[in-house]
């Protein structure tokens, strides 16, 4: 069911179906999709020509620009990896991913170079950096502008021997000849980089049948059929699985357009939805929440949107009703749809159906994916409605982690009959209709006087306080009870930070929460900690409590 090609040949197919359709729209500068295949296969020819090939891996440190994506698929045209990272890493992790993935070059933007050059120096790859402007992408008034604004007209980069421009890179593979797309099964297509399921720091090694798989996946779940006359905001960032499996590749092997955002803020994204009117939109919870707090959409007509999802990270029963009213006085007629996923099986596997939910739940999982609800890492089946460890199947599984045998071994397994589940290390259940509903992160929960707590469930009850804007739950040590709740609690603006406040917020609690859930510290900040996607830290949360006794 899934074509038996790479990454770029799924989307060579699309360009056959849709050869004038619009690829990609970056700041009003429209690419074709003849025109996209075209600089993908001019970039491929550069990648050779500078001594890249089949296996060889590129780290591509980038925002969603046109640069970005032809790198990928170019670099994947001839069998070589694409190895993702996040632009704002700070310098010593751009070394490590350097390192870790043995990349031969890098590519970067202009504004990134002296931050990438320093990690090169440190890295053992002694990797050459390729740097992008983003003039060079920008429609012709707009790249004048931006070059006078930021009078980067004269500047003198890259100033690294061996280190060389994007648009150089093109030039020089003139007349290089390209081999024939060569799908391989089982080979790395993409690393992209997550916590594991163990929360240390990770290369995945995903497929090209991950990617063509989930494209499928998604296409087939949209409520519509996507084609050349559908659009999607691609605001997720592409080191993200989220971002590139579903906001880049669903969209590009389909025929539909991406509309590339480089950068968020809230005013620069209300702005693009209400200018470009994109059918599809999605992001992280975080990413909703800072919307309904702008008045750009006031009295704004939003009907042209038909798929709103949110992954990345749990949507609150709250947060639902306030994305599902808002969309309802805007005139569009859906409701928001969450999915739930792992950068090991790329993005979303499991999402809500187009029309139907169930409260709490995280929908289906999608087509040739099966889930099961097991005793913690065995194979043993827990009854419906019971909780126990997610565990799936299917064609989007990653190949395993890069270097980590071991971890690779615990986290996927295979069954008596040679079926290979990936262990998600994730608290949840399932009902009688097959609706599946996540819980909590196994590692995250808290144990108590002998119970164990779910902070989701907390963060949720406290999430409905009409004095919170948004919080995070930790346990922290406690002599008695093992661990003790603690919450961290992000108060609306104009709510006083007082002792009195934190005695409302725990009395508000009491009636939804069993005793032994209640919130035993309350700590007031003016913002919580993010991971690089928008996701609560609250790792960061823990470390610090327990640095600080």
């Given at each position: 069911p899934?074509?038996?090609?790479?990454?770029?040949?799924?989307?060579?197919?699309?360009?056959?179906?849709?050869?004038?359709?619009?690829?990609?729209?970056?700041?009003?500068?429209l690419?074709t999709?003849?025109?996209?295949?075209?600089?993908i296969?001019?970039?491929?020819?550069g990648?050779?020509?500078?001594?890249?090939?089949?296996?060889?891996?590129?780290?591509?440190?980038?925002?969603?620009?046109?640069?970005?994506?032809?790198?990928?698929y170019?670099?994947?045209r001839?069998?070589?990896?694409?190895?993702?990272?996040h632009?704002?890493?700070?310098?010593?992790?751009?070394?490590?991913?350097?390192?870790?993935?043995?990349?031969?070059?890098?590519?970067?933007?202009?504004?990134?170079?002296?931050?990438?050059?320093?990690?090169?120096?440190?890295?053992?790859?002694?990797?050459?950096?390729?740097v992008?402007?983003?003039?060079?992408?920008?429609?012709?008034?707009?790249?004048?502008?931006?070059?006078?604004?930021?009078?980067?007209?004269?500047m003198?980069y890259?100033?690294?021997?061996?280190?060389?421009?994007?648009?150089d890179?093109?030039?020089?593979?003139?007349?290089?000849?390209?081999?024939p797309?060569d799908?391989?099964?089982?080979?790395?297509?993409?690393?992209?980089?997550?916590?594991?399921?163990?929360?240390?720091?990770?290369?995945?090694?995903?497929?090209?049948?991950?990617?063509?798989?989930i494209?499928?996946?998604?296409?087939?779940?949209?409520?519509?059929?996507?084609?050349?006359?559908?659009s999607?905001?691609?605001?997720?960032?592409?080191?993200?699985?989220?971002?590139?499996g579903?906001?880049?590749?669903?969209?590009?092997?389909?025929?539909?357009?991406?509309?590339?955002?480089?950068?968020?803020?809230?005013?620069?994204?209300?702005?693009?939805?209400?200018?470009?009117?994109?059918?599809?939109?999605?992001?992280?919870?975080?990413?909703?929440?800072?919307?309904?707090?702008?008045?750009?959409?006031?009295?704004?007509d939003?009907?042209?949107?038909?798929?709103?999802?949110?992954?990345?990270?749990?949507?609150?029963?709250e947060l639902?009703?306030?994305?599902?009213?808002?969309?309802r006085?805007?005139?569009?007629?859906?409701?928001?749809?969450?999915?739930?996923?792992l950068?090991?099986?790329?993005?979303?596997s499991?999402?809500t159906?187009?029309?139907?939910?169930?409260?709490?739940?995280?929908g289906?999982?999608?087509?040739?994916?099966t889930?099961?609800?097991?005793?913690?890492?065995?194979?043993?089946e827990?009854?419906?409605?019971?909780?126990?460890?997610?565990?799936?199947?299917?064609?989007?599984?990653?190949?395993?982690?890069l270097?980590?045998?071991?971890e690779?071994?615990?986290?996927?397994?295979?069954?008596?009959n040679?079926?290979?589940?990936?262990f998600?290390?994730?608290?949840?259940?399932?009902d009688?209709?097959?609706?599946?509903?996540?819980?909590?992160?196994i590692?995250?929960?808290?144990?108590?006087?002998?119970?164990?707590?779910?902070?989701?469930?907390?963060?949720?009850?406290?999430?409905?306080c009409?004095?919170?804007?948004?919080?995070?739950?930790?346990?922290?040590k406690?002599?008695y009870?093992?661990q003790k709740?603690?919450a961290?609690?992000?108060?609306?603006d104009?709510?006083?930070?007082?002792?009195?406040?934190?005695?409302?917020i725990?009395?508000?609690?009491?009636?939804?929460?069993?005793?032994?859930?209640?919130?035993?510290?309350?700590?007031?900040?003016?913002?919580?900690?993010?991971?690089?996607?928008?996701?609560?830290?609250?790792?960061?949360?823990?470390?610090?409590?327990?640095?600080n006794?």
């Amino acid at each position: 069911p899934y074509p038996e090609t790479t990454m770029f040949g799924a989307v060579e197919m699309a360009k056959n179906t849709y050869p004038k359709a619009i690829a990609y729209d970056f700041q009003g500068k429209l690419t074709t999709y003849t025109q996209f295949v075209k600089h993908i296969e001019d970039d491929a020819r550069g990648f050779i020509k500078n001594g890249n090939k089949r296996g060889d891996k590129v780290t591509i440190c980038m925002p969603n620009t046109p640069q970005g994506i032809i790198c990928l698929y170019a670099l994947n045209r001839i069998g070589a990896i694409a190895n993702m990272v996040h632009p704002l890493s700070a310098q010593k992790n751009i070394t490590f991913y350097l390192d870790f993935s043995e990349s031969k070059m890098i590519l970067t933007m202009d504004m990134f170079y002296e931050k990438v050059k320093a990690a090169v120096d440190e890295s053992s790859t002694n990797a050459r950096i390729i740097v992008a402007r983003i003039q060079d992408e920008l429609p012709l008034p707009l790249g004048v502008v931006y070059c006078v604004a930021k009078n980067t007209k004269n500047m003198k980069y890259p100033d690294r021997k061996g280190d060389f421009l994007w648009t150089d890179l093109v030039k020089s593979g003139k007349g290089v000849s390209l081999p024939p797309v060569d799908y391989r099964k089982d080979e790395t297509a993409v690393i992209l980089y997550s916590g594991g399921t163990s929360g240390k720091q990770k290369g995945i090694m995903l497929s090209d049948l991950s990617f063509n798989a989930i494209g499928m996946q998604i296409a087939e779940i949209c409520g519509v059929n996507l084609n050349d006359k559908c659009s999607f905001l691609s605001v997720m960032p592409i080191f993200h699985g989220f971002g590139l499996g579903i906001g880049i590749h669903t969209i590009l092997i389909n025929g539909a357009r991406c509309i590339l955002m480089p950068q968020f803020t809230t005013d620069s994204y209300a702005k693009t939805v209400l200018k470009k009117k994109p059918n599809f939109i999605a992001g992280v919870p975080t990413l909703y929440q800072a919307l309904f707090e702008t008045d750009r959409f006031n009295g704004q007509d939003l009907s042209f949107l038909v798929g709103v999802f949110s992954g990345g990270d749990a949507l609150s029963p709250e947060l639902k009703k306030k994305a599902d009213k808002f969309l309802r006085d805007h005139n569009a007629n859906i409701q928001i749809r969450e999915g739930y996923g792992l950068t090991e099986c790329v993005t979303a596997s499991c999402v809500t159906p187009f029309d139907r939910s169930k409260p709490g739940s995280i929908g289906l999982p999608l087509r040739d994916t099966t889930y099961k609800i097991v005793e913690p890492g065995t194979f043993n089946e827990v009854p419906l409605g019971k909780d126990g460890e997610i565990i799936l199947s299917g064609p989007t599984l990653m190949l395993g982690y890069l270097k980590e045998e071991q971890e690779t071994n615990d986290t996927l397994k295979y069954d008596e009959n040679g079926t290979k589940w990936l262990f998600t290390g994730d608290m949840g259940c399932m009902d009688d209709e097959g609706f599946v509903y996540f819980k909590q992160r196994i590692k995250r929960m808290i144990v108590t006087s002998g119970y164990n707590v779910y902070p989701s469930r907390i963060e949720d009850v406290i999430d409905k306080c009409p004095d919170v804007n948004y919080c995070c739950v930790i346990g922290v040590k406690d002599p008695y009870k093992m661990q003790k709740i603690r919450a961290y609690i992000v108060l609306n603006d104009g709510v006083p930070a007082t002792a009195g406040e934190k005695e409302r917020i725990k009395d508000f609690c009491k009636p939804y929460l069993d005793r032994y859930e209640w919130p035993k510290e309350i700590e007031f900040r003016d913002a919580l900690p993010r991971t690089l996607v928008g996701k609560v830290a609250y790792h960061t949360l823990e470390e610090e409590a327990e640095k600080n006794g």
